[in-house]
């Protein structure tokens, strides 16, 4: 009579679950430190922490194809199952959205380098507080992803919305100052380029935000789902 042989598909997948989880952490930090340093740079004019932020997109980079690699190999060797199926494939679609708000900070830091170059127009006040905030939104959904807490959606949303309208009183003051002083409409443009990266790092979050909700309860709010 032939004995069956226990085989145990998963020994390793808590192990992975949490290497995935410590390195989507480390991204939220890189994403967070980005874009404060980014928008640091325009409003100081300092062109070392831009270039800091250029060279940090190839370590944002590297981390989303680690991630990404991770997340795979669990779902094909582990087969894991309800909130640890959920986890890796909220992940996968989370670090699309953090490799993204890298490489609008990287946008923002290239314009702050290249305004940083000559006398013109300063920043409105509407660069800062958008820069702040959008900074406390991508820590928001990192600690709601922590906390495994699926109101930080509704949150998130509350400020996009204030993160909105700070972008269209930015442009609607650039399209003034482009009226008055056609010489500056070069900064002008850069600035109004500034706040539309800035507003998109703000979607950004809230679609972390919203795969927060998928991960706790299993529910897709996207598209007012």
Sequence with gaps: MSQAVSMNPRPDLPEDLERIRTLFLQMCVRAESMVGQAIRSVLERDPHLARGVVAADEAMDDLEIEIDGLCVRCLALRRPGGYDLRLVTTVLKMVTDLERVGDLSVNIAERGLDLGTGPGLEPGPELAEMGRRVVDMIREAADGFVQGDP????????????????????????????????????????????????????????????????????????HGG
């Design 151 to 222: 109101t930080t959606a509704r949150r998130l949303d509350d400020a996009d919305e204030a993160v909105d309208q700070l972008n269209r009183a930015s442009f609607q003051r650039w399209l003034g100052v482009v009226a008055q002083y056609p010489d500056q409409a070069e900064r002008a443009m850069a600035y109004t380029s500034i706040s539309r990266y800035l507003e998109r790092i703000g979607d950004h979050a809230v679609n972390v935000g919203q795969m927060v909700v998928l991960l706790v309860e299993g529910r897709d709010v996207r």
